[in-house]
Every structure is written in structure tokens, then in C-alpha cells.
């Protein structure tokens, strides 16, 4: 009923810059929170970021000061922007919602994921 469409995964080399987008469509009704997971290869899937409907904002300690979450509500899409990129945040990376549609209570959905990897 939500789907979640990623962009701006790639490679870069180590103190460069990316920038995710994703955004949502369907039958929403209303969305909260909209954020960014990511996983390592053996690794488990952890938070990045997370960007609450109001504008407040939650960040994983290894990208405070490096990554900014942002959120244009009207066009139902978050981003992601990741500066002074390091070869440890490679791996990919899921954007995630909680949202409500026609006849749902509030449930999380993610996107497919989109692949970050940084050279050393």
C-alpha cells in the first residue's frame, strides 16, 4: 500500500559526498516518521537517521557531524545527505516509513535499498 522508491546510491571514494532520496506514494493517509537504515555485509541492519514529521531528527554517533536528514512532507520524500564519506559506511542502505493509509493503522514499510560503497 506504501512503496518506497531509493536513489543516489553509488560509489565514491573516501571524503566524498553522497546524497539519498527516497520517496513514498500510495494510498497514504499520513506518514510520521521517515528515516534510513543501513546493513553491512555480516552485519546487522542499524539506524542512520530518522526524521520525525514535526522536523526533529535522530542520528546514529558514527555520522553526527556527517550525514543531515531532511524531509519535504509535501512531497511525501526524505534525503539523506552523507559528507566526508568513510570506507566503514559502506553498505546499503534502506529507507523506512511510518505511515497510515486508507483502512491501516500505522505500520512501518522500507524501500528495496540502494548500495553505498566507499573506496579507501
Known amino acids: 500500500q506504501v512503496q518506497l522508491v531509493e536513489s543516489g546510491g553509488g560509489l565514491v571514494q573516501a571524503g566524498g559526498s553522497l546524497r539519498l532520496s527516497c520517496a513514498a506514494s500510495?494510498?497514504?493517509?499520513?506518514?510520521?516518521?521517515m528515516g534510513w537504515y543501513r546493513q553491512a555485509p555480516g552485519k546487522e541492519r542499524e539506524l542512520v537517521a530518522t526524521?520525525?514529521?514535526?522536523?526533529?531528527?535522530t542520528y546514529a554517533d558514527s555520522v553526527k557531524g556527517r550525514f543531515t536528514i531532511s524531509r519535504d512532507n509535501a512531497k511525501n520524500t526524505v534525503y539523506l545527505q552523507m559528507n566526508n564519506l568513510r570506507p566503514e559506511d559502506t553498505a546499503v542502505y534502506y529507507c523506512t516509513t511510518t505511515a497510515k493509509t486508507m483502512g491501516v493503522w500505522w505500520t512501518d514499510y522500507w524501500g528495496q535499498g540502494t548500495q553505498v560503497t566507499v573506496s579507501s
Open positions: 500510495g494510498s497514504i493517509f499520513s506518514i510520521n516518521a
Open positions: 526524521c520525525l514529521s514535526g522536523g526533529s531528527t
